[in-house]
């Protein structure tokens, strides 16, 4: 039989375990893990990954030859000392260069707010206030991963819906001060498939229709009636691949142009 390696990185290695049925990985392929020379990726692995490394590793490369699977091999490349990793490629947004998803805006009449994460960073907002010199951008910091619309959820002038796990009376946007702010303690998860690309928070993911129509997730049964407590009409629906594909009802759409009918 052929033998066959799987070449990935010593980071990518380190969290292994976090992958899809991984435990399987070494049925069908050897590992060749490549690390810098001055990497610690592999110094504190997690304990699986760490028996699995004690388990399969060799220092022989004709030991991959004669076996079609079933090894780890660990190679320290000099020249990966030159090139970016791909854990600080991850984590480069918060200061270098300009990194910006429209979904990091929520944009209130002539106040927007943009938050900084991952997915837009501060080179952003600068650029956004240079562009935009009399629009007032708030910058707010309240979660660092990716978009916000998972976040605060403004359904009308004067209401706003927000994430209470991340958002608190310390960080809540200034924009929002005289606001009736409905406070969300939790979501209903929803499943996915395989791997969730969005958090149980996908759930809060709404989609105004006009200030007093809303479209929510039918799942979030205590959501909607404290919605309707609040006089908004809430129209339940399903998107049954919200966590799996990463979006919601506000992702989904983009609205050109809105008419009052």
């Known amino acids: 039989e052929t033998s066959l390696c799987w070449l990935m990185g010593s980071d990518a290695f380190a969290h292994l375990n976090a992958w899809h049925r991984w435990q399987e990985l070494l049925n069908y392929a050897h590992l060749v ?3 810098r020379p001055h990497s610690d990726d592999l110094s504190d692995l997690n304990t699986d990954i760490q028996m699995l490394r004690n388990q399969h590793e060799t220092n022989s490369v004709e030991e991959l030859r004669k076996q079609p699977c079933g090894r780890i091999l660990v190679q320290e ?11 600080k490629i991850r984590r480069m947004p918060k200061n270098a260069g300009m990194v910006l998803d429209a979904a ?3 944009r209130l009449g002539d106040t927007w707010l943009f938050l900084e994460s991952f997915s837009g ?19 707010v910091n309240f979660y660092s991963r990716v978009h916000i619309d998972s976040t605060i959820c403004p359904l009308r002038e004067g209401f706003v819906v927000l994430n209470a796990s991340r958002v608190n009376a310390q960080n809540c946007p200034k924009a929002f001060d005289g606001w009736t702010k409905l406070w969300v303690q939790d979501c209903v998860p929803q499943a996915f498939h395989e791997y969730p690309y969005a958090s149980k928070w996908i759930g809060m993911n709404m989609l105004s229709v006009d200030p007093n129509t809303v479209i929510v997730d039918r799942h979030q049964t205590d959501l909607i009636s404290t919605l309707e407590g609040h006089k908004f009409t809430v129209i339940p629906q399903e998107l049954r691949h919200s966590r799996t594909l990463g979006g919601g009802f506000h992702c989904v759409t983009l609205d050109l142009l809105r008419e009052t009918l």
């Open 33 to 35: 893990v490549v690390k």
């Open 77 to 87: 490349i000099a020249a990966l000392d030159n090139i970016i990793s791909g854990q």
């Open 104 to 106: 990091n805006i929520a």
């Open 121 to 139: 960073n501060r080179a952003a907002y600068d650029w956004l206030c240079e562009q935009f010199p009399n629009i007032n951008i708030e910058l």
